[in-house]
């Protein structure tokens, strides 16, 4: 497969809320730095003030830099390009990059796939099918080689859930209040 310096990667990890989504990113990242050197940056887009932002808070993560996006772009493109460690960048709710223009999904999309650059961009989002419905073609496509899509919990698998976070106290509770619990989520 293509790795850092040899063209970088993007993953799309979609599922309903409460799937683990987020959780199993960051186990599997850490599994990996665990293994091998890397920068490991996670963003959240739906607290940046506007996309346009995404620029400025990957820079700031990276470096400690403040500039205004246009300037954090240009910064950026020169810095994923020279040698060093792989970039893991995580970018939760994804989908709040959405944008008529998609101008800054399209280059953290386009970067992964420069033979130079270092950066491994990982999506995270709630909508299953946000490459194909919402994205332009040339995005969606940078995507689309690769996706996870987490599936909804089972009652009985929500039910497991509860009980083993509830196991220190596990008497307070009686099986048919924990079967109404995960039934309700």
Not at 153 to 181: E, M, N
Request: hydrophobic content about 50%.
């Amino acid at each position: 497969g293509e790795g850092a310096g040899t063209g970088g990667r993007c993953l799309y990890v979609s599922g309903v809320p409460g799937t683990g989504k987020s959780t199993c990113v960051r186990q599997a990242v850490a599994d990996v730095a665990a293994r091998r050197r890397l920068v490991h940056v996670e963003l959240n887009a739906r607290k940046l003030a506007r996309p346009a932002r995404v620029m400025s808070a990957l820079l700031l993560a990276l470096t400690g830099e403040k500039a205004a996006p246009p300037a954090a772009t240009r910064r950026l493109a020169r810095l994923l390009c020279e040698p060093g460690d792989p970039v893991v960048l995580v970018v939760d709710e994804l989908d709040f990059l959405v944008t008529r223009s998609q101008r800054e999904l399209y280059t953290l999309a386009d970067w992964p796939s420069r033979p130079a650059c270092r950066l491994v961009l990982v999506g995270v989002a709630n909508t299953l099918d946000l490459p194909e419905r919402l994205l332009i073609p040339r995005i969606a496509s940078r995507f689309g080689r690769e996706a996870v899509a987490f599936a909804p919990y089972s009652r009985a698998q929500l039910q497991a859930i509860v009980a083993a976070r509830l196991r220190q106290c596990a008497a307070a509770f009686s099986a048919d209040a924990l079967s109404f619990a995960a039934a309700a989520v």
